[in-house]
């Protein structure tokens, strides 16, 4: 039976992060020995299959159509498109992909169709497969299922507080109502986070009470450092220190002992000796491949010898939870609503955000 405990407050949390260091690290540790095997970490791959031309406002991100910034958009690619890179991926140790599409919400009609061909593909390789399409409705979360989708991934990037201060085109409440849809299905959810967008540690244990609350917990937390990108709102954000994405590893670790951890982007700005502390500290997952949608990540070469360096080994497909069933469409018990929910739009000012989406380059 799990022990996990569901009920952390803001302050139990921003104890545990503020420990002094080794103390925090042997805590982490030891809680993740008890879970996990410390030696296994799963190497996921991530394929951006529409990029950019997003109509929110995501102050950190590139693809948010209103901001400047030099990325390469595409559309929506096409089914054989992403079975080859999935293939590539399998053939570089990967055991999960995860496709993202820079869009607000899913809209019912050919284009979620294809992405659902998408995900019956993949699952067919005896891949995890993992979506990121925005907000999502149970009729939608119940067809992703259907198509054999393993998780979903809906970041709530932050604490509720500091959400408004980075988005203003949508609410803190969206973001648990689509995992709260995901929740209905027998897909896993993946939440989590990222720190060095100026949020206090209050936020990013706020943050982890959202998540750790829930229940259950997500089977998977991304714990992402910003990359600042020029042309955004926190194109001046100061690099995130690696002590502080240790403390924030080993602080989800301790109070979600089963998730998967999941070493995020700003991977490329930490050493090896850094990245191996955060393996210490709990961190079971890496993304390959040389980019991460839209900023550069690690050389999967060198994630191979540094996997070697310290004894690693690849984690295999469907280690966690068992391999989902995938359903033709013509089989489909959820035929298409054609829904038009209402999402939230705040629409609060954000200074900084205005300031960059009218600035030219
Ligand atoms: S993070 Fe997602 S929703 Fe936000 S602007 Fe980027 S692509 Fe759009």
């Not at 900023?295 to 984690?315: A, I, V, W």
Request: charged share 25%; net charge negative; glycine share 6%.
């Amino acid at each position: 039976m799990s022990i996990t405990k569901h009920d952390w407050t803001k302050e139990e949390i921003i104890a545990i992060y503020n420990k002094p260091l080794m103390e925090l690290l042997y805590e982490a540790a030891t809680v993740h020995r008890q879970h996990h095997d410390p030696n296994v970490v799963q190497i996921s791959t991530l394929i951006s299959l529409k990029t950019g031309g997003c109509s929110e406002d995501c102050g950190y991100c590139p693809q948010a159509k209103r901001y400047h910034t030099s990325i390469k958009t595409n559309d929506l690619m096409t089914v054989s498109e992403v079975k080859e890179q999935a293939t590539k991926a399998k053939e570089s140790g990967s055991s999960r992909v995860c496709m993202g599409a820079a869009w607000r919400n899913v809209k019912d009609g050919t284009e979620f169709d294809q992405v659902l061909e998408m995900v019956r593909t993949i699952n067919k390789m005896d891949m995890e497969v993992c979506c990121t399409l925005g907000m999502i409705t149970e009729n939608q979360a119940q067809r992703l299922a259907e198509a054999g989708l393993y998780a979903y991934n809906h970041n709530i990037d932050t604490s509720e507080e500091y959400y408004k201060e980075v988005i203003s085109t949508r609410g803190f409440e969206d973001r648990l109502e689509t995992i709260a849809n995901v929740r209905k299905t027998n897909i896993t959810v993946c939440s989590g986070g990222i720190i060095g967008m100026g949020e206090s540690i209050e936020d990013r244990a706020g943050m982890l009470v959202a998540l750790s609350t829930l229940n259950p917990q997500p089977e998977s937390v991304p714990i992402n450092a910003l990359v600042p990108v020029e042309g955004t709102p926190l194109e001046e954000e100061k690099p995130v220190e690696i002590w502080e994405m240790i403390r924030m590893v080993a602080t989800t670790r301790i109070v979600m002992p089963e998730t998967q951890v999941r070493l995020s982007a700003g991977r490329i700005n930490m050493s090896r000796e850094g990245q191996a502390m955060c393996f210490l500290a709990g961190a079971n997952s890496i993304f390959s491949g040389d980019k991460l949608l839209t900023t550069p990540n690690n050389d999967l070469n060198e994630d191979m010898k540094m996997f070697e360096t310290l004894g690693l080994k690849n984690q295999q497909p469907f280690a966690k939870v068992n391999q989902r069933e995938s359903i033709e469409a013509v089989d489909s018990k959820f035929p298409a609503l054609g829904e038009k929910p209402k999402w939230t739009r705040p629409g609060h000012t954000i200074e900084r955000n205005l300031e960059a989406s009218t600035k030219g380059k």
